[in-house]
């Protein structure tokens, strides 16, 4: 049966989501579980969650969609319990994606000042040209944005509006996924009487939600350790440099549990979570854990192995996902600024020990990364796990500023409606 989240509503009451009301939503639609969070954005540009939900995911593996309807069933219950506990319905979301292979890369744009004052027609020209270069069938653009413009060769322009030149360049960073990926999360959402405000690309967010403007300045790379998927950003200067995922997380260490101790998925992510350790900070290398084997009842009596052996299943799977990220960076050649310090996010991020872990394998700084600058998140949803969802609504907030610019800037000019400004722009 599908979902009939909205049908019967006729618009009284509905709240569209927008800088005129400031409320926004956020949808993180992952592996693990599907999380909503709507919030009031303060005049400060501080956000206030005034409700949200999450719940265990369906129909998405690895970031994709694999099952439509119970995609969708788990999207309008998610949703519907954060609207009643937000008091307001929703109509707009800020939405997600992990998978769809992402590509990133830089692009060069110039284009001819002629002497006059650079405004905001000629940032937008810009815009339009390196959307121009990524023109494909079977990719959708999920970011687009300048990493530093120069004005006449002198570069490390911040933001040229107002200056005077004979030519303005700026290099783009630009990261597209496969566009049937973005076509399902589309077509799930909808189905769920839901617009997509924007998507954005799901380290990206959590980098919005959990990395201090210093980081992002000196250089950073967050890797949001989920559950189906690892997905890595890399900042400096800023701005978002980098960005890709490899389809391994938290749960193929959980799978490894399973089949290592012949036990249950369910007993082994019990495990993992309760017990498990990526090796570096156990005390006692002979405390016992209970182990339930697979296939037999409560009535059978439970093996008991080491806790040590359990870090030798956690330890290695975790090595393998810090050697695919460092390959990734090392393919990228990016400036090395970027990989001297880590800012590990997301639910797999809890893991005990990781820290430690992390900063024996990889070589450098490391620290976990939960959202900040955000109030009215009861303590359970204001750890790892929830930043995507935090960082959604952040760049949600920020996407309204640019509207506001828009708007100025064009006159009354016509507005497009989120949904439709963003499948422009996409395909
Ligand atoms: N305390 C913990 N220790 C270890 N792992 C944990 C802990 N808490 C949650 N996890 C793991 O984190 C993973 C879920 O993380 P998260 O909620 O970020 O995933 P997701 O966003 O749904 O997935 P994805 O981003 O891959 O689509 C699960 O594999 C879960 O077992
Ligand atoms: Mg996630």
């Not at 994709?64 to 309008?76: G, H, K």
């Not at 090595?319 to 990016?334: D, G, K, Q, S, T």
């Not at 600024?337 to 450098?364: D, H």
């Amino acid at each position: 049966m599908p979902p009939t989240r909205g049908q019967e509503r006729t618009g009284e009451g509905l709240i569209v989501i927008g800088p005129r009301t400031g409320l926004i939503a956020a949808l993180d639609v992952g592996s693990s579980k599907i999380c909503c969070f709507i919030a009031q954005a303060e005049a400060d540009g501080r956000i206030r969650v005034i409700g949200g939900a999450h719940q265990a995911s369906a129909g998405i593996r690895n970031g994709c969609v694999v099952d439509m309807q119970a995609a969708q069933r788990a999207v309008v219950e998610t949703v519907g319990v954060a609207e009643q506990r937000a008091g307001e319905q929703v109509q707009r979301v800020v939405v997600n994606l992990s998978a769809g292979e992402f590509r990133s890369s830089m692009c060069r744009i110039e284009v001819a000042i002629d002497g006059h004052q650079i405004g905001d027609a000629d940032l937008r020209r810009m815009r339009r040209q390196s959307l121009e270069s990524l023109q494909s069938e079977d990719r959708a653009v999920l970011h687009c944005k300048p990493v530093g413009y120069d004005i006449d060769g002198h570069r490390g322009v911040r933001d040229p509006r107002g200056m005077f030149g004979e030519v303005l360049g700026a290099r783009y960073h630009q990261v597209t996924v496969a566009a049937a990926t973005v076509r399902n999360l589309h077509n799930c959402i909808a189905h769920c009487h839901l617009e997509i405000e924007d998507v954005v690309v799901s380290p990206c967010a959590s980098g919005l939600a959990c990395l201090v403007e210093d980081e992002k300045e000196i250089g950073v790379t967050l890797l949001d350790m989920g559950g189906g998927t690892t997905t890595i950003a890399s900042f400096v200067g800023g701005e978002m440099v980098f960005a890709d995922s490899v389809p391994v997380g938290s749960n193929h260490i959980t799978k490894d549990i399973a089949c290592g101790l012949s036990t249950p998925l369910g007993d082994a992510e019990r495990m993992k979570i309760l017990c498990g350790d990526a090796g570096t900070s156990l005390s006692d290398d002979n405390e016992l854990i209970d182990v339930p084997v697979v296939g037999e009842g409560a009535h059978q009596e439970a093996n008991h192995v080491r806790r040590s052996i359990l870090a030798g299943i956690v330890g290695p799977r975790i090595e393998e996902i810090f050697e695919l990220v460092r390959e990734r960076l090392e393919l990228a050649h990016l400036d090395p600024t970027v990989s001297q310090r880590f800012v590990l996010t997301g639910g797999g991020a809890q893991l005990q020990g990781l820290q430690r872990f992390a900063e024996l394998v990889l070589c450098k700084q490391v620290r976990i990364g939960r959202p900040l600058r955000i109030s009215g998140l009861p303590e359970a949803n204001a750890g790892p796990a929830f930043a995507v969802c935090a960082g959604l609504l952040r760049h949600g907030v920020e996407r309204h500023g640019d509207f506001r610019d828009d708007e100025t800037d064009r006159g009354r000019g016509r507005r497009l409606s989120g949904v439709r400004r963003w499948l422009k722009e996409c395909f």
